[in-house]
């Protein structure tokens, strides 16, 4: 089969070999075992281009010394894979704090964010990572965001909006996860709210992520921003293209990271994320999503035409089984569904 795009880039993310792990669940997989399985995939003689990462440990330490950010550029070139975006791990547990918090949460937040943009640079200056962005969200949950929804928003704001000079001045883009999990960021209203409060499209966007995106439309932590139908009949597809619309069209011009994904318009909880989207294996028969066909309207306009906003895009496969994650097929399927995405909406240069 004829696969002329060779853009965007197809990227697979490495983070699932640690979120979700560890703490009484499944043990992690370390990082070069991802990149193996990454590296071996295989479809119609195509191959993932790249990986994201999570900067945390035992994949990448936020304290990576330049040395040790050089090993990491060597070992991901010697499999022939880029680096693209990355995520800044801004939560408490892992040395952050609360965004909404104006002490020292956000001084912890803020300097996470500055230590993931230095990785960031420093990776593009070692010449292994040509495109991406720094992935960030709240941290901050929706039960404490919703005892002030005003005052907090404005407090989230301020601090994306420092957290976005941090990015400018290491010559990075941040952006704003899409998940129902996070205050402030939970729906799909309060999303763009507090894009526009921050300001800065040029320098602080949008990661949309399909199988997060589409529990926007379910009014998920916010029934009041719901757009489908309570008790909606999945084999009506011209009211979730319509409801898919109305997101896209209101989060598209913020979007500057994308993650294709299968979602079963369920929650799970795993780790240290307690309610969030499921995401479904490419083939799960469960899945609610024609992938190419919703990715689309995230990667074209209105009018129909491409974007081009990102050189690449990203499978995100969370919580999925060690078992699952280490059979070679799990990720041919995966970047069969990649590929997919690349031939309907892709492009050449």
């Known amino acids: 089969m004829s696969h002329p795009n060779n853009f965007p880039k197809l990227h697979n993310a490495a983070w699932p070999g640690v979120v979700g792990k560890g703490d009484g669940s499944e043990p992690a997989i370390d990082l070069d075992t991802m990149l193996d399985l990454t590296a071996a995939a295989e479809v119609d003689g195509i191959k ?45 547990p892992t040395g952050g704090g609360p965004a909404m918090d104006e002490g020292e949460g956000r001084t912890n937040f803020l300097k996470q964010v500055e230590k993931g943009c230095r990785i960031a640079k420093t990776l593009r200056e070692l010449g292994v990572r040509p495109y991406g962005v720094v992935r960030f969200d709240s941290a901050t949950g929706v039960a404490d965001w919703s005892t002030d929804p005003i005052g907090n928003q404005k407090k989230i704001a301020k601090t994306f909006k420092l957290a976005g000079k941090i990015a400018r001045d290491h010559g990075e883009k941040l952006a704003a996860e899409g998940e129902i999990c996070w205050g402030g960021m939970h729906s799909w209203r309060a999303m763009v709210d507090l894009l526009e409060q921050v300001g800065e499209p040029e320098t602080v966007g949008f990661q949309a992520d399909m199988a997060h995106t589409l529990l926007y439309t379910l009014g998920e932590n916010a029934p009041e921003d719901r757009i489908l139908p309570p008790d909606f ?117």
């Not at 899945?287 to 990715?295: M, Q, S």
């Not at 895009?313 to 997919?340: H, R, Y």
């Open 233 to 349: 009949d999945w084999s009506d597809k011209a009211t979730l293209d319509s409801a898919l619309k109305t997101l896209t069209t209101a989060l598209r011009p913020w979007t500057i990271d994308f993650h294709v994904a299968q979602n079963d318009a369920t929650v799970f909880g795993s780790g240290s994320h307690d309610h969030t989207g499921r995401h479904c294996l490419a083939t799960d028969p469960n899945g609610k999503l024609d992938i190419p066909h919703v990715a689309g309207m995230w990667l074209r306009d209105e009018n129909g035409k491409l974007t081009k906003a990102f050189k690449h895009i990203c499978w995100d496969g969370c919580m999925f089984p060690n078992e699952v994650m280490m059979q070679p097929k799990t990720w041919n399927d995966i970047l069969a569904a990649m590929i997919s995405v690349r031939d309907a909406h892709g492009w050449k240069e």
């Open 48 to 92: 993932f281009d790249g990986v994201d990462l999570f900067l945390f440990a035992p994949h990448v330490d936020i304290d990576s010394s330049d040395d040790d950010l050089k090993a990491l550029a060597d070992k991901v070139k010697a499999r022939g894979l880029t680096i693209g975006s990355v995520v800044a791990p801004i939560w408490p």
